[in-house]
């Protein structure tokens, strides 16, 4: 077994220190960029789905704008979602139906002065 180990050359026996850091560096990143991101997400998918049950179960028809938006309001306390501007829904009317739509954008720091920008732009009907 030992002349096995004593053919390889002495740079292929394993991880570098470089190779480490370097793997360290990414899974760090990769880590920080998701912690950050995915909860925008999690809080945009939220949102669609309270502006989706309200739309199918018929109660967005008979709401006005400022309603559908209270309504919204009272689902994210709940639910402490706290950086979300209801100015970004709006409802309307087509044919009788109920339209919502759901359009903004986050931004998220990511490191220092760089900044990740997530555009949503949803039409629930």
Known sequence: MNSKLSSIPAGQRGF???????????????????????????DHNFVRGIAESLVESGRAATLTQAEIRGEIA???????????DLNSVTATRNNGAAVITVVYERRVPLF????VVVSFDDRIE
């Open 74 to 84: 009272n689902s994210l306390r709940v639910n402490n979602i706290r950086e979300f």
């Open 16 to 42: 570098s220190k470089f190779g480490l850091i370097m793997t360290l560096v990414v899974l760090v990143c990769g880590l920080t960029f998701g912690l950050k991101v995915v909860p925008v997400y999690i």
């Open 112 to 115: 220092a002065n760089v900044d």
